[in-house]
């Protein structure tokens, strides 16, 4: 590739680049819509095995082993470009790509909408399964700047100068819903839910990124701050994190263990709103 691709690329331009040897393009979708039509040329991926997968915190990253062992059944080498999409959105997508970051993979694109937008299009589909060239895909470690531990936002969850990005649904966040021990929101969190950043009038892309900034903005999620984004297990905050950082946030963390964590952990503050359950 002769050109810097973008972190959210529009279908038309992937279609324009099926036959790019540089690219490696992996569908995070559910396996039957797979199976019932997806870009020509894209590896399915279990976004299940993106996630450690056990109780009480299945949203933390598997060991460097396993990842090693994942990206290289799917293919990926230090010189492709990876292009990401699921059928929901960005979540899983995001997710990956989250990963990549925390190995050391920084050539990755989103594709703005995933398969809805694709297929509204009218750009070309499959139903014949792409056959991956497995590599030798080697992570050493994990980057520490891609995330934080649950001892870092213990510590840090105060500070002026962060601001935790909460991505869940409103009564999760007010604690009329819960899913763990504890119900409510990480003392001083904000609450953005993902689906808000997305445009479902035009089949689920991301929304206008100037509108999306004045709203994370009116907020208090500034560019100027750290900003750690959670949920339940880091799925949801896959999208999050990539909002924040297609949009230019240059110090967004995710926060792996999220609330499944946080929630079950018998030292951990909680807020939630008067008269909640959980």
């Known amino acids: 590739m002769s050109e810097e691709l973008p972190l959210v690329m529009e279908p038309a331009d992937l279609a324009d680049r099926l036959d790019d040897e540089h690219l490696l393009i ?3 979708g559910k396996a039957q819509v797979y199976e019932q039509a997806h870009v020509p040329g894209a590896v399915h991926l279990d976004h299940s095995r993106l996630v450690y997968g ?9 060991s460097p082993e396993q990842l090693s062992a994942l990206l290289s059944e799917v293919g990926l080498r230090p010189d492709l470009h990876v292009v990401a999409y699921d059928d929901e ?7 990956l790509l989250w990963t990549l970051e925390l190995v050391g993979h920084e050539r990755w694109s989103y594709l703005n ?3 809805h937008a694709w297929l509204a299009e009218n750009h070309p589909s499959t139903t014949v399964p792409a056959e991956p060239h497995p590599s030798q895909y080697s992570v050493a470690e994990f980057r520490e700047e891609p995330r934080v531990d649950i001892d870092y936002l213990l510590e840090h969850h105060p500070d002026d100068n962060l601001v935790v990005w909460d ?24 609450h953005y839910e993902w689906t808000r950043a997305m445009d479902r009038d035009h089949h689920l892309r991301l929304r206008d990124p100037d509108e999306l900034r004045r709203e994370l903005e009116d907020l208090g999620i ?22 924040g950082r297609w949009l230019g946030y240059p110090h967004i963390r995710g ?20 008269g909640a359950g959980g």
């Open 26 to 28: 992996l569908d995070l």
């Open 54 to 62: 056990e109780q009480p915190v299945p949203g933390l990253p598997p």
């Open 89 to 95: 959105g960005g979540g899983w997508a995001g997710r």
């Open 113 to 115: 909408g995933g398969i």
């Open 167 to 190: 991505a869940r649904s409103e009564d999760e966040f007010t604690g009329m819903r819960a899913f763990a021990r504890k119900g409510g929101h990480i003392p001083g969190a904000v």
């Open 222 to 243: 500034t560019p100027d701050k750290e900003v750690v984004t959670h949920c339940q297990t880091h799925h949801r905050s896959g999208l999050t994190w990539l909002v």
């Open 255 to 274: 926060y792996p263990g999220s609330w499944a964590e946080w929630g079950n952990h018998l030292d951990t503050p909680v807020e939630k709103e008067q």
